[in-house]
C-alpha cells in the first residue's frame, strides 16, 4: 500500500500579507513540529482540531510568534497528521520556518500533493480533486458554482450509478454463462438492450453539457472580425475598459499571441488574436489568411464590427460570407452617428443577432450583455441539481464509453454470443471508472496533480 513520508509548503500567497501559514503533513508532522513550537501546550499533546499561541524556536533562536493548528489523522484533508503553522505574513520569516522544517527532514511538497494525499488516502476521488483546482481557478460565480457542484460529488454520484448498472449486466452474463442452469440468458439481449440505451443516454446528456461547461470554465472563445476601420480595437478597448476589464492575461499555450478575458455581467469571454487587432488596421493582413480562419474556427462565438455609417461594402459582406456557419453577433458600431446601414439587407445575408452599438459612448454594451446570456444560458443555469462536464479528461473518457456501448449496441442487434458484449461492457465500465480515477493510470493520476497550485 501507499505509504508517504512528511510533507510541506506555503500554503498563503506570498505578497506582504497579515497572515502566512506553513502546512506541514504526514507521520511525522507531529513529532517534528513539536521540536520547534514553544507554547502553553506542548504540540505532541494537543487534542486533534485544537490551536495553541506560541513560538517558533529552535537551538534558542526565536523565528517567530505562531499559532498552530493540529489535526489528527485520518480526518483531515490529506488524511495524514496535520499541522498548520500560522506566521505573521513577511515573506522572510516563513522562508525561514520553511528551512528549520526541510532541515528537519520535512520535504517540500509538489504542486497539487496535498490534494494528491486526500485522493491517495480515499478521502476524495478525481472529480473530486479536480473540483479543488477548479474552485481555486474559478474567476466567476457560475464557475464556482459548477466546481463546488463537483466537489461535493455531483459527478461521482452519477458515474458510480452508471457504473454499477454495467458491471451488474457484465457480472449477470457471466453468471449465466457459468451457471446456466440457474441463471437464464431467454430474451436476455433485449433486457441488456434497454439498459444500456438507459446508460447511453445518461452519458449522452452528460456530454450535451460539456460545451456549456467548458465555457463556464474557460470563457466564450470570441473572435473579433471585420473590415479595417469599423471600430475593431474601439470595441475590443470598450470590452477591456469598460468592463472593469482583464481578469487575467494568459499566455496562449498553443499559440504566440495573449488570450485576454473580459468578464461581462459574469459571463466570461476569451477574446482570440487580439494582438493582431491592437497592431494593425488588418487582422487577416497580419496574423495570415490561415490563422485569421484557424481562429474563426476554433471560436464559439463571432463577435461581427461593421460601421453603421456606412453603407455594406463589399469588404463587409465578404467577411459575413466566412463566418456564416458560426454563432455570431453582429455589432453595428458608431450609433453615436447617423446611420446609414440597411439592416434588411444585412438580415438576408446572413442569420446573426444584431446590436447597434457605440464605441465611442458605451451605448449597446448592456444589450451584448442580454444577447449573450440568450445564446449561451438560454435554459436558466440551475446547479443545483444540474451537473456539467466542465474536463476535458471526462469528456474523453465520457465519449469512450459511449463508443464501447455502441458497440453493445451494435453486437446485440447483429445477435452476437453473450461473451461479446462483456469485453465492450467492461471497456465502458473502465472509461467511466478514468473519470472518478478508479481504473487510473499512476502517470496520469501524477499529470493531474501536477496542474495543481502549491500549497494545495
Ligand atoms: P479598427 O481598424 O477596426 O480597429 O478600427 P478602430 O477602432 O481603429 O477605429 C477606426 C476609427 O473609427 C477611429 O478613428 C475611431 O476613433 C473611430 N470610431 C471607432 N468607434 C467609434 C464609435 O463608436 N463612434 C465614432 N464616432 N467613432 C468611432
Request: hydrophobic share 40%; proline share 2%; charged share 30%.
Amino acid at each position: 500500500m501507499y505509504k508517504s513520508d512528511t510533507i510541506c509548503t506555503i500554503a498563503t500567497g506570498m505578497g506582504r500579507s497579515a497572515i502566512g501559514m506553513v502546512r506541514v503533513s504526514g507521520p511525522e508532522a507531529i513529532d517534528i513540529c513539536d521540536k520547534i513550537f514553544r507554547g502553553k501546550k506542548r504540540i505532541k499533546n494537543m487534542e486533534t482540531f485544537t490551536a495553541a499561541f506560541g513560538r517558533i524556536v529552535y537551538e534558542d533562536e526565536i523565528f517567530d510568534e505562531a499559532v498552530v493548528l493540529v489535526m489528527k489523522a485520518p480526518h483531515t484533508y490529506t488524511t495524514e497528521d496535520t499541522v498548520e503553522i500560522n506566521l505573521h505574513g513577511g515573506s522572510y520569516v516563513i522562508k525561514r520556518v520553511m528551512e528549520l522544517l526541510l532541515n528537519l527532514g520535512v520535504r517540500p511538497a509538489e504542486p497539487g500533493e496535498f490534494t494528491k494525499r486526500a485522493f491517495l488516502g480515499g478521502r476524495i476521488d478525481m472529480t473530486e480533486a479536480e473540483a479543488v483546482m477548479d474552485v481555486i481557478n474559478a474567476e466567476t460565480d457560475k464557475a464556482l458554482k459548477a466546481s463546488v457542484g463537483q466537489l461535493t460529488g455531483g459527478l461521482s454520484k452519477q458515474v458510480v450509478e452508471l457504473r454499477e448498472k454495467i458491471l451488474y449486466q457484465t457480472a449477470y452474463i457471466e453468471s449465466a454463462l457459468d451457471d446456466p442452469e440457474n441463471y437464464s440468458l431467454d430474451g436476455y439481449s433485449d433486457k441488456l438492450k434497454e439498459v444500456v440505451i438507459t446508460v447511453k443516454d445518461k452519458i449522452e446528456a452528460l456530454l450535451r453539457t460539456a460545451d456549456e461547461g467548458r465555457i463556464i470554465r474557460e470563457g466564450i472563445s470570441t473572435a473579433i472580425v471585420g473590415r479595417p476601420n469599423v471600430g475593431k480595437s474601439s470595441i475590443l478597448n470598450l470590452l477591456l475598459g469598460e468592463e472593469r476589464a482583464i481578469v487575467t492575461d494568459i499566455e496562449g499555450t498553443t499559440r504566440d499571441t495573449l488570450e485576454e478575458y473580459v468578464n461581462i455581467g459574469g459571463i466570461i469571454l476569451k477574446l482570440i488574436d487580439t494582438a493582431g487587432i491592437r497592431n494593425t488596421d488588418d487582422v487577416v493582413e497580419k496574423i495570415g489568411v490561415d490563422r485569421a480562419k484557424e481562429s474563426i474556427e476554433e471560436a464559439d462565438l463571432i463577435l461581427m464590427i461593421l460601421d453603421g455609417s456606412e453603407s455594406l461594402l463589399p469588404e463587409d459582406k465578404e467577411i459575413l460570407e466566412s463566418v456564416r456557419d458560426k454563432k455570431i453577433i453582429t455589432l453595428i458600431n458608431k450609433s453615436d452617428k447617423e446611420s446609414n446601414l440597411d439592416k434588411e439587407e444585412l438580415a438576408s445575408i446572413i442569420d446573426t443577432e444584431i446590436i447597434d452599438i457605440s464605441a465611442k459612448t458605451g451605448d449597446g454594451l448592456e444589450d451584448l450583455k442580454d444577447v449573450l446570456t440568450d445564446m449561451f444560458f438560454r435554459d436558466e443555469l440551475d446547479f443545483n441539481d444540474q451537473i456539467y462536464i466542465t474536463n476535458s479528461r471526462h469528456k474523453a473518457a465520457l465519449i469512450s464509453a459511449n463508443e464501447s456501448l455502441g458497440k453493445v449496441l451494435e453486437s446485440i442487434d447483429s445477435a452476437m454470443g453473450e461473451d461479446f458484449y462483456t469485453i465492450d461492457l467492461m471497456a465502458a465500465y473502465e472509461s467511466l471508472g478514468d473519470i472518478i480515477g478508479e481504473t487510473l493510470e499512476d502517470d496520469l493520476a501524477d499529470k493531474i496533480f501536477s496542474e495543481f497550485c502549491m500549497g494545495k
